[in-house]
C-alpha cells in the first residue's frame, strides 16, 4: 500500500516537472532578454537532472544517478560556453573600449613622469 502511494507520488512530481520544464522552454523561446534565455536553459538543465534522478529513485538503480550527475555538468558547460560565445558577438566594441581604456591610462602614467 505505502509503496503504491510512494510511487504514485513519484508519478505526480514527473508530471509536474515536465509542465515546469515547457514553461520554461517557452520562456526560452520568448525571453525578452539573453540573460532570461540562459537562466531558462539552465532551469531546463536542472528540472531535467531532477526527472532523471526520480527516474533513479523509482527504477531503484544507483547508475542513473551517475547519469543525472553527467548532464549536471553538461548542463553547466552548455551555458558557460552559450554566455562566452554572446560575449564575443555581442560586446566586440566593449572589448575594444577596453583595450583603449588601459592604452590611455599607460599614456597617462607616462605623462605624469613627464611633468
Do not use: W
Amino acid at each position: 500500500m505505502a509503496e503504491t502511494i510512494y510511487n504514485g507520488f513519484i508519478v505526480c512530481m514527473l508530471i509536474l516537472l515536465t509542465v515546469v520544464v515547457f514553461g520554461y522552454f517557452v520562456r526560452t523561446i520568448l525571453g525578452p532578454h539573453f540573460a532570461d534565455r540562459i537562466l531558462a536553459v539552465n532551469s531546463i538543465s536542472t528540472v531535467v537532472m531532477l526527472f532523471i534522478s526520480f527516474i533513479a529513485v523509482m527504477q531503484g538503480e544507483n547508475y542513473i544517478v551517475d547519469i543525472a550527475l553527467i548532464y549536471a555538468v553538461l548542463g553547466f558547460i552548455s551555458v558557460v560556453i552559450l554566455c562566452k560565445a554572446y560575449l564575443r558577438s555581442h560586446h566586440k566594441e566593449k572589448t575594444n573600449d577596453l583595450v583603449n581604456i588601459k592604452e590611455q591610462l599607460k599614456t597617462n602614467k607616462g605623462e605624469d613622469k613627464n611633468v
